[in-house]
C-alpha cells in the first residue's frame, strides 16, 4: 500500500475521508499489468473530482503506483482512494487542500466458475438507496447504505443482493451494476438519482447499442427474460434467480457480454 | 490524540471508516472538564451503534480518554469517532469487528458574542438532503451532503447555511438543527426521513415541552416571527435573517433557551 506515493499502511486519523467520508475511489482489475478499463476508472474518477470539487490527480501517476503495487501478482485489484486530506474540524473545507491519494493492491477475490456457467442467485435487499442527485453515478466514499445492505445476508449461496431505490425501482446489487431483458430489448436502471455509474457499465452500453438507461420497477425486472449483473472487478454475473424469480442464466445477452469482457482481456474467474 | 486508547494521529489506511464511512461519531463541547450534554452524546452514540450494528463502546472509558485529551484546557472540543475497524476489500463486514476508536481534543472554535447578542445570517443553500431513513437522526460518517452545502459560500457574514430537503421543507443548518416560532408555537424540522437529531435539539425539546416536530416547508420557516439554531458546541444562535427574509433575534424563545444553555453550565462564547 502506498500514500501519497510512500509505502505506508496509515493515515491521518483527522483526514477528512475518515471524518466525512469526503472523497472518492476506484477499484480496478488488472491481468498481467493491463487493466482494460482503466481508462474509464480514470473518466470516471475526474468526473468525480469535478462534481466534489477535488483536484484531479495525474492518472500516469496513479498508473505507476498502481503497477508498483501490483509488483509480479498475475491478477489483482486495486483500489484507488481519493479524499480531500487533513481539515481542521467542520464541514467547511481547508483553504489550501492537499488530497490524500492511497493505492493498495489486493488479490483477485476468490470467483467460482459456476457463478458464469450456471449463474448467481440474489438475496432481496430491503435496505433502499435514497435519492440524492447531486451524489448519484459518482463512487465517492459514503458508502453506508451499502454497507446495509450488504450486512442483511450472511448465506454464501447468495453472490449478491439487489437493491431498490425508494420507489420500488430496481437499481443495481450491492457492488455491481443491473441489466434486464425484457421481451428482447435490454434496460439497466439510470443512475442519476441513486446508484453507481459502473464502469463495466459504461462498457456494456458502448458494446450494446440500444439498451435504455430507465425506471426498471422491481416487478418487471423479476418478470425479465434474462438478468445479468455487470462490476469491474467481476466482470458480468448471469443471474439466474432472485427469491423465486427464475431467469435463462446465461441468457443470450449475458452470454455475448461475458464474451466482450473475456475479449477485452479478462479471464472469467481466475487465470 | 488517541486511537484505541493509545497517543496517536494516525489509523490504518484499509479502516473502514475511510473506505466507506463505516461508522459513527460525537462532537461534545466541554467546559471546565464538564460536559453538561455527556450522557445525551453517549445516548445518541449507543442508538447509533444499534442501527448500524457496532458494538457500544465503554462510556467511562471514552469519558477518561476524552478528559486524558483535554487536559488543561479551560474549553475544548472533543471529537469521538467510532469507525467498524479494519477489514477486507468489499461491504461485507469482517466476521470479528474490532472497532476502531479515535478521541481528539481541539480549541474551541471562534464564537463571537454578537452572534448571541444581533442574531446570525443564514445563507440558503441549494444542495439538498435525500431523504434516508435508515440514516435519518444518527450521526454517522457519511457528510458528504453537509460538505457540498458548506462548500456553497464562503461569505464570512454567514455564520450558517439553511438546508432544505428534495420535498422543500427546511431541516437543519449544515451542523445544527433548527427551530422556528410561528404564531406563539415552536416548531422543529422532523429527523425521521433527513438530518441529524442533535443533541442540543433532544435538549431544547426536553426543556420546552409542547414543540412540534413536524415537516416545516421552506416558506412558513421563511414567515416565521423567529428562528434559532441549536448545535452542542455553539448552543443557542438566534437568526436575524435568511436571505431577504428577517426576524426578531435573538427573539423570546431564543433567549430563553440561550439563558437555560448558560444554566447548563455553559458560557456564551469564550470562557
Not at 481547508?94 to 489486493?106: C, F, H
Not at 455491481?176 to 455509474?197: K, M, Q, S, W, Y
Not at 442464466?249 to 475479449?263: I, K, S
Request: aromatic share 4%; net charge neutral; charged share 20%.
Amino acid at each position: 500500500m502506498r500514500v501519497n506515493g510512500e509505502p505506508a499502511a496509515l493515515i491521518a486519523a483527522n483526514d477528512r475521508g475518515v471524518m466525512y467520508g469526503d472523497g472518492l475511489f476506484e477499484t480496478i482489475r488488472f491481468e498481467r499489468g493491463n487493466a482494460p478499463l482503466w481508462p474509464r476508472h480514470m473518466a470516471r474518477l475526474a468526473h468525480g473530482c469535478e462534481r466534489l470539487k477535488l483536484p484531479v490527480p495525474d492518472t500516469a501517476l496513479l498508473q505507476r503506483e498502481a503497477l508498483a503495487e501490483i509488483g509480479d501478482r498475475e491478477q489483482a485489484v486495486v483500489r484507488i482512494t481519493l479524499t480531500r486530506g487533513v481539515g481542521t474540524r467542520g464541514y467547511a473545507q481547508p483553504a489550501a487542500v492537499q488530497a490524500t491519494r492511497i493505492v493498495a493492491a489486493s488479490p483477485l477475490p476468490r470467483l467460482e466458475p459456476a457463478m458464469y456457467r450456471d449463474g448467481i442467485r440474489l438475496y432481496r435487499c430491503q435496505t433502499r438507496l435514497g435519492d440524492q442527485p447531486q451524489l448519484a453515478g459518482i463512487k465517492h466514499l459514503n458508502r453506508l447504505e451499502q454497507v446495509l445492505a450488504r450486512a442483511e445476508w450472511d448465506d454464501p449461496a447468495m453472490a449478491e443482493g439487489l437493491v431498490c431505490d425508494t420507489h420500488g425501482n430496481a437499481i443495481s446489487a450491492t457492488a455491481a451494476n443491473l441489466f434486464a431483458v425484457i421481451d428482447g430489448n435490454v434496460v439497466t436502471p439510470g443512475v442519476e438519482r441513486c446508484g453507481v455509474a459502473g464502469v463495466m457499465r459504461a462498457e456494456v452500453l458502448a458494446a450494446l447499442p440500444g439498451v435504455a438507461a430507465r425506471n426498471l420497477p422491481l416487478a418487471e425486472c423479476l418478470a425479465a427474460d434474462e438478468v445479468f449483473l455487470s462490476s469491474s472487478v467481476r466482470g458480468i454475473l448471469p443471474v439466474r434467480a432472485v427469491g423465486d424469480a427464475r431467469f435463462a442464466a446465461p441468457g443470450t445477452v449475458a452470454r455475448a457480454m461475458l464474451q466482450h469482457w473475456c475479449e477485452l482481456g479478462f479471464s472469467m474467474g481466475q487465470a
